[in-house]
């Protein structure tokens, strides 16, 4: 009996040791990937980590309510608390996060002076807050002192069905001034207003897509009849942001799920000032998100990208909603990595909605755990970093040598062989690029480097070429030329 007692006592003893390191070894390192050539979902080290999670209450504020929208300006951080109708300021002081105010209302010459369901907010390098100020149907613009600069309502425009209501939901401004505004359910594009606060038309709309059947079908029904059929109109932007040089990228998950691949649902674009897309697509797959998905935990369908930040280096990241993942991507379109996921761990995400930059450091709103992730960029997200940053500056050499340490992380990670190929291929070094380009299936680069390999070959041989080009064309003659010869002497 003693001795039952002792074994029972030791794997209890067992249990405890064992069930901790269970524990951590789960909650150690998020589930981070890339995509080969093939399509095939390849495991990679966490080039992020999770550092931060802030919320009302641990800010001391109370509970955020349904957050929609969030900014980030140097080391201070601006949240659109929809449900509670107000913004609040926080401010990072070293690894402190401090509120430094929060306001739903402010001071101007206007009929309503408070906040109605903000869902989104700007803010201009003088510290001028441009706001969705949604229930209240209009964008607003304050000063840093909280003062009414100017509101912008409803245009009147012959466009604009003065029916509809005009719920703004996203808004960016760009260095000239110009107020770009997402409004919820307007599909013509991004509303665009000039630094007086006039509107001046739509920017980037998304391409009409129809049904042939359906076409055909309105063309010989009467005029009722069409008035009941579903209109074709263009689908709208769900989020818009802006980059360092001015180009404005909005996303939308409105598309057919066959028509990813193939590039035409295109839910990532960057927009110039004609409304054009001019989005770099080099990678292996177009920016999409998941190239293949499943139906794992009961979630299905592709990828819905519901914003996007680009950070100063070109690097830019997208935020699925249907998974909870990030996905980021270089400036020519490839894969950097993909991280995240659903659930309710620290690192994990439930209802994304917004997602902004401070530094390299990636922060996201969710609006169901009501609060903010702040993402870190680890060792091997670092090395990356550099090598891209140092192919930028031209010092193709050592953004080799990053390339080769990023391998001593991950040897299955095809954009470190293809950046080194691209630094041979900087460097005049076709024929070791060649093979590079050739290792990882990159058809575009190798096709690049192949003829500038030949071109410089026929360069490097090209007298002996020459050579053999003359003494073929003359070869024929003088050969001629001999046997006249012969015969002549031959009959005399």
Known sequence: MREKSIKTALFCILILLISPSMNVKAMDSMYTYTYDYFGEAMKSPDAYTPSYFITGNTLGIGNFKDPQGVFVKDNTIYVCDTGNNRIVIIEKNADQFVVINEFSEFDGDTAVNSLAAPHDIFVSGNGDMYICDTNNQRIVQIDSQ??????????????????????????????????????????????????????????????????????????????????????????????????KDGFVYATTSVFEEYDLISDQAKPIRK???????????????????????????????????????????????????????????????????????????????????????????????????LGITIFTLTSYGELINDALEEYKKGNYDLSAEYWERVLMFNGNYDLAYIGIG???????????????????????????????????????????????????????????????????????
């Open 271 to 369: 927009l110039n000032t004609m409304g054009k897309d001019i989005l770099i697509k080099n990678g292996y797959f177009p920016p999409i998100g998941d190239v293949e998905w499943g139906d794992a935990g009961g979630v299905t369908g592709s990828s819905k990208l519901v914003d996007v930040t680009a950070l100063d280096n070109d690097t830019y990241y997208a935020l699925d909603r249907t998974r909870g993942r990030i996905f980021g991507y270089d400036n020519q379109g490839n894969l950097l990595y993909a991280f995240g996921g659903l659930g309710n761990k620290i690192g994990y995400l439930q209802y994304p909605v917004a997602i902004d930059h401070m530094g390299t450091d990636l922060l996201v709103l969710d609006t169901k755990n």
């Open 422 to 492: 691209r630094s041979l291929l900087r460097q005049k070094r076709y024929e070791e690029a060649m093979k590079y380009f050739k290792y990882k299936w990159d058809d575009n680069n190798y096709s690049k480097a192949y003829q500038l390999y030949r071109k410089e070959w026929i360069e490097r041989n090209i007298s002996w070429i020459f050579t053999i080009v003359v003494i073929a064309i003359a070869a024929p003659t003088i050969s001629a030329r001999v046997k006249k010869i012969k015969r002549e002497v031959s009959e005399a």
């Open 146 to 243: 909280y003062r009414l600069v100017k509101e912008m309502h409803q245009p009147q425009d012959e466009t604009i069905d003065p029916s509809l209501d005009f719920f703004p939901q996203k808004v960016v401004v760009d260095r000239l001034g110009r107020i770009f505004v997402l409004v919820k359910n307007y599909n013509k594009g991004v509303l665009v207003f000039d630094n007086k606060g006039e509107f001046t038309g739509y920017m980037g709309a998304n391409t009409v897509k129809f049904n042939m059947i359906d076409y055909l079908w309105k063309q010989i029904s009467t005029e009722i009849q069409r008035s009941q059929m579903v209109q074709f109109v263009p689908t709208e932007y769900n989020n818009i942001a802006i980059d």
